[in-house]
């Protein structure tokens, strides 16, 4: 699992159901930057990785299971940046 599986996974889960990134995380509770391309890597470069409190609003709010959840992570393609 890459940090660029996981992003690339709440994009795809995100657009599967009619959203953008910002409106998966209002409808999960959460504020509308949280998913936010200017968040995903520190101002060093380094990559800033998804909480798993977010990922975990994410999957309560589509009622699906965290196995369900990474299936998406798991289709991802590996790349870097």
């Not at 660029?4 to 998966?24: D, H, M, N, P």
């Not at 520190?42 to 909480?51: A, E, I, L």
Request: charged share 20%.
């Amino acid at each position: 699992m890459t940090h660029s599986q996981v992003w690339q996974a709440i994009e795809f889960f995100a657009k599967e159901r009619g959203l953008t990134c910002s409106g998966l995380a209002r409808r999960s509770g959460l504020s509308p930057t949280t998913f936010n391309k200017s968040k995903r890597f520190y101002v060093s470069g380094r990559p800033r990785w998804v909480s798993l409190e977010s990922v975990a609003k994410v999957i309560n709010f589509a009622n699906i299971s965290a196995t369900e959840f990474f299936k998406y992570v798991d289709a991802a393609p590996q790349k870097t940046k």
